[in-house]
């Protein structure tokens, strides 16, 4: 059966001397006989269990764990639990640096409209950041609810048109302006404007609000803080920042 030195496993497993070596001060990859001169010699079963070791390590797992799964009758099935508990630990991980890999993405993107560069235009941009999956969901409710009502004004005038029946396209008009009124006052209620001016978060008045000219993120408002008037950065409804 084939022995290997230390720089022989540790050149096979593609790790540095040292470190089979402080495997060997934990306790977890102990040579399985010494030389006539006292050097460490690993057996093929030494080598299998130290490129698992390796395999371990690469996946995330402590030493302590791995010492402790080691010493276990049955590590096939801890090693699963254990895989199974890092891979989730990953990707919780990935998922976190990949929302803050957006977010500094989006900040850099907002950087190239600001003329003016401050620390607080970078604070405004980070905050419509923060606010960016609210508000998707904020108009995706505000859609759903409109959706019944698109159907019905197609509806209706299809209906009128071929057939001659003008009752149902009445009944949408009629129904139609308290929904508008309803649907400004509940989305104005939901959502604030950063001043660029001053930085400040602001609500203006609904009249102010649902009158102003407007793109999907921006709305030509006063600030009730400064009396800038301008476009304004729209996000979801706190009161201050």
Known sequence: MSKYTTGEIAKLCGVSVRTVQYYDTRGILTPS????????LYSEDDLRL????CFL?????????IRELLSETD???????????????????????????????????GLKSVSNFSIESIGD????????????????VLLLTG????????GSIILWIATGIWWPFVLYALLVVPYVVWVSRYYFSRVAY???QCHEVFKPNLKEAFWARHTPTLRKLTCTHCGYNGFCVEIYGKDEK
């Open 57 to 65: 390590r690469d996946a995330g797992i402590s030493i302590n764990s």
């Open 194 to 196: 950063i001043c660029p």
């Open 125 to 140: 941009i980070a905050y419509q950041m923060e606010n960016k999956k609210e508000m998707k969901r904020f108009h995706a």
């Open 50 to 53: 130290m490129k698992i070791i």
């Open 75 to 109: 590590p096939g099935s801890v090693i699963s639990v254990l895989l199974e508990q890092q891979e989730q630990a990953l990707s919780e991980e990935i998922k976190e640096r990949q929302e803050k890999l957006d977010l500094l993405g989006g900040i850099r993107r």
């Open 33 to 40: 006989e010494l030389s006539e001169g006292g050097r460490r």
């Open 147 to 154: 959706i019944p009502f698109s159907l019905f004004q197609w």
